[in-house]
């Protein structure tokens, strides 16, 4: 059974920074695309970021590039998102995700995964 397990999350003023990390156990996860997603309170699903199993590829959401940074670890099996210069709208539960894939398509970031973690609450307020 695919397990993802997020931690991180906190409270962090306007302009400070978190790191997120992302877990997984039950998969062959050198061969998994992992992303990340949040939702705010009342707003609709946002995919932010991923990265590919195949090359290290990244991607990333307008709204968090030159931000936030994923990267990850294959033999501790987990995927991290540091995020830097954070501003109140990013306050939302993120998600790591994986079993399928993201990218850019005409210039946007997409991604489409199926598995998902428990989420992580990330606040920034002052």
């Known amino acids: 059974q695919v397990q993802l397990v997020e931690s991180g999350g906190g409270l962090v003023q306007p302009g400070g920074s978190l790191r997120l990390s992302c877990t997984a156990s039950?998969?062959?996860?050198?061969?998994?695309?992992i992303g990340w997603f949040r939702q705010a309170p009342g707003k609709e699903r946002e995919g932010v970021s991923c990265?590919?199993?195949?090359?290290?590829?990244?991607y990333y959401a307008d709204s968090v590039k030159g931000r936030f940074t994923i990267s990850r670890d294959n033999g501790k099996k987990t995927v991290y998102l540091q995020m830097n210069s954070l501003k109140p709208e990013d306050t939302a539960v993120y998600y790591c995700?994986?079993?399928?894939?993201?990218?850019?398509?005409?210039?946007?970031?997409?991604?489409?995964?199926?598995?998902w973690g428990q989420g992580t609450l990330v606040t920034v307020s002052s």
């Open positions: 039950g998969l062959a996860f050198n061969y998994y695309t």
């Open positions: 990265i590919s199993h195949s090359d290290g590829s990244t």
């Open positions: 995700a994986t079993d399928g894939g993201c990218g850019y398509y005409s210039g946007s970031f997409y991604s489409y995964l199926e598995v």
